[in-house]
């Protein structure tokens, strides 16, 4: 039974809450947010204690492991406080919004990278597990051509938008990540994108962008993102390969489909957002980092892994900016 | 180059004489029709001479054969006729609505029976015939149970509903003669039905039922017909056995599918009715009767098929009356 | 918080502790099985107390309602005595084998209908209650056709199925209840039906089944079952009005699909068996019994539902060896 | 009725022979080809005159208009000739393999620009046609990306692929053209690729390509391609805007699907390859160029048409070997 705590009371720490709560080797013995007040309710829910001091958690000797859902200028001051209490760490994505301050992050935790998971949460997504695995199985042969569609059903509010570093770091930084998980390592990024919405060209930001990854064997990934998508939130993955495609198509609540003089095989929207959509990845993630916390392995993604994703999503950035194709090294 | 001429110049018969026209082993020659001036039109369309009187295509030297698409009750005499002329025959279905009258016909062409080809089209479907080509391959497994959905767009109008024998040997015939080209002899008959059209109850039928058949084998065949169709026109059918199953699934004018607020992957509407979407039926049916009266060998179906379907028809009926399984001999 | 006490610890008594287990108001206190040893794993799993005499848990005050899990030659005398000691109860299908005996199961607990709830999980199926929620808004109009395919991945041991009651009261009964769901009243029966495998055929049951119901609306509901089926689980319904079709189509347990030289749009298996396909609905129909027994309302569907679905079946039965349509009274 | 002679009797023209021959109001008049004995089989079968003079058929009276199916470097000196001649043209795709040169066409046919068609048949299908109309009636607001896959089977032999451009002015400039048709004008070209094949490295040319095109509104198009592809014939576009997204899904041969233990669902192949998928679309693109030049007015696409999507084949080509985004004017 491993003990957990969370930090961050806020819609991605109740995720983590509940997964927790849910999951029978676990159990959740804390919830803290500086903001007053913030981790008392999600505390009580789950019969969890409330804390608004985050330290209080470091130095609790009833917690084994830290689950950090707090906004992400914090994550990297709580791995490394964490790591030096001795706690294993699952962090949300991204581990911090520079690349520099990730590498201060390695320098901090070395020697204990291997008690550090990244919550990339779609790597434990059961279709993408599927599809992973029957690629390794080499059912489509050596990939060529993977592509990514991940669009979001409508746009967060530009208070949040505006610190969240822009759509590469803050949204595609899934996709670089599920791109490396499927091609290994990239060597060139390349960028264009748009703001159709007013609100996102007002804070800088743009809304809609098409990213081509290159990797060392010559295939390339290309991402498709929006910020918004009437049809819900559309997540889909194909890969290409000589022998053949497979792809995760998007998923509903049910499998009704409807046929009249409107259209046939109508089937309703896609799961509204990444709570509903990945489900069942955050428990098999949590699942992981547990297995891996109890049997002393490095679990993976690893905070190496958070900066590769960081590094695509700085190089988008460049290249959005600049108009160049940018080497990675 | 085998000589043809159509009989009935009305919907059906327009079908068969494009059909003719487009094949590159067959030339349409004459078109009969006794209603002054309904060949006319039609007969000009495709470069054919024009009767008004039938008899004169049994008498023409330059009519190889001759297809039958006059109203029902004719077919008979003029396969009789055609065939005392020394014509081939492609007639359109149902051979006649009485068992009797079908008998009296088998015994007049005693001998020709292989100058004799019924309509049932659907055999000749791409899609049917590929799903009989991989069952006879034993891809299923010996069949236990063929559904098969068959609903018109929209009701014909009363003054031809009247007359066409009543839903079972107007429009459950293609699926009867469907069943046992799948599943061989039928042994019993149980039919359920309703008017659920008061146009429809007014002339004394109904227009919508559930047919089963069992076949020798134990092996079953449910059809499930309406005259009306919001979707479109409505044909499938799917074949189960101890192997998996095989279904034939609706057809439509694209590939286009829309995805939105509305719901996701709305295809369109079906193929609007039989002409669109057998039109690749009619033609290999042609050419399977021009390749066999080349060949002097049998078309199949023969008259004894359309016979058959009839038998089954007409058990539907007096079961749908008397509330009984009928049994067949 | 319900405490509720399962009767049963075998599969589906497995189902009902886990699905009571985590729902928020509902705690598991006993399992009771009078096989010597089988209630304690279960209950030790669970957290809850172990019994081997069942009739412990009508006399344990600790215990609000009982979930009938036993043979279904028990359920009657089990509900009986659950009623009597005033627990509500939640009991399996079917209710029993015999119309007569649930007719004294409702003569005894008079008054008190509305404490019992009969377990017929698929109504609470999230396909199907959309499906209801749509149809009942006249999203097709008043129905005309249903159809429903339900075949199993494979066939149920011998000892098991010779007292089962044969394929319509142990396995087409769930279907039988489904259409009464849909359409209502029943007013006559007609099946037909095979055994294609020699283990069943030597029990004197069938394997293969097409059953058709019609409503007093002149609706009908075709229901096809068979005991085996390549593909998995296969659970399809189809309701059909003037307006348009509604179906339910299969689930699986990703979205996967693949394309290659042997095929295209390949998707996986069905979900294996109603463990897997109806966890929703296990769910779903505990959250209703709680819900009922905490407002004191009637819970449905109710022990006059499962007489009715067991009517239904003993005249497919009737049908099935006198090759007669059954009248329903 | 136009009639029309054919230059270049090789597949494409063919294609175009057989599409003539088949069209109520064209006639096929001629088939010319250099190559000894090349046009004689050709013409016999569709009824028509062969010629080893290309130019005979400017000289004759009965030809009215000209489809230019020649070998790419044939075509502009074809067009010049054919529009000095006073015929009407329909030419293959591309004009030429270098800008320059059909910018010398455009100077030569200067004033009759509306007598020459460009063979881009895709513009042509009824389901691009579908899609093109519903997005111009603003079903799913203003495109935002645009997503193009097109996957050849199986590669064309090597001496032909040496001579045909490269994959950006062969194959890609297809989707170059598509892309044109749904966003309007192009700004910006970014291509990466890679050839996994050893014959198509071998000849310096790619097999594998992903183009990103950015449009003056800032929508995209993402264009994915392959020379082999093991489903078979890969076309699919899919546009995405605010109010949802509409895409041209694979055809296949017949609607059969395949259910069992090796998985669900399975469709077939996809249509072989162009002379099947896109039979309509020539039918239609005949159509256009027939009632064009039949009224007067300037069939589309145009030269010009050709000349943009050329442009940007040599921009993606510009892109490929620099490793820079290129800009057009």
Known sequence: MLRLAVIGAGRIGQVHARTISDHPGAQLVAIADPVPGA????????????????????????????????????????????????????????????VAR???????????EHRVMVGFNRRFD???????????????????????????????????????????KDMTIH????????????????????AFIDDIRGIGDIDTCSVTLSSASGATATILNSRVCAAGYDQRIEVFGPKGALETTNLRSTGVRFSGASGTETAGSYLPFFLERYAA?????LDHFITSVEAGTAPSPSVLDGRAALVIAEAAGQSLSSRQMVPLA
């Not at 208070?159 to 822009?166: C, M």
């Open 102 to 112: 990730v590498d201060e992050c390695l320098a901090a935790i070395a020697g204990s």
């Open 175 to 194: 996709d670089f990540d599920m791109a490396r998980f499927l091609l290994g390592d990239i060597v060139e990024v390349s960028a264009t994108g748009h």
């Open 39 to 98: 981790a008392a309710a999600v505390a009580d829910a789950f019969g969890a204690r409330a804390a608004e001091r985050v330290a209080d958690v470091y130095h609790d000797d009833a917690v084994d492991a830290v689950v950090i859902c707090s906004p992400t200028p914090c994550h990297v001051d709580q791995i490394i406080a964490s790591v030096a209490a001795g706690k294993a760490v699952l962090t949300e994505k991204p581990v911090d919004l520079s």
């Open 126 to 168: 059961p279709g993408v597990r599927e599809l992973k695995a029957r690629v390794d199985a080499g059912e489509v042969g050596e990939l060529r051509q993977v592509t990514i569609v991940s669009r979001d059903p409508a746009a967060a509010p530009a208070p949040y938008l505006v610190s969240s570093g822009g759509i590469f």
């Open 281 to 285: 990845a955050y428990s098999a993630e």
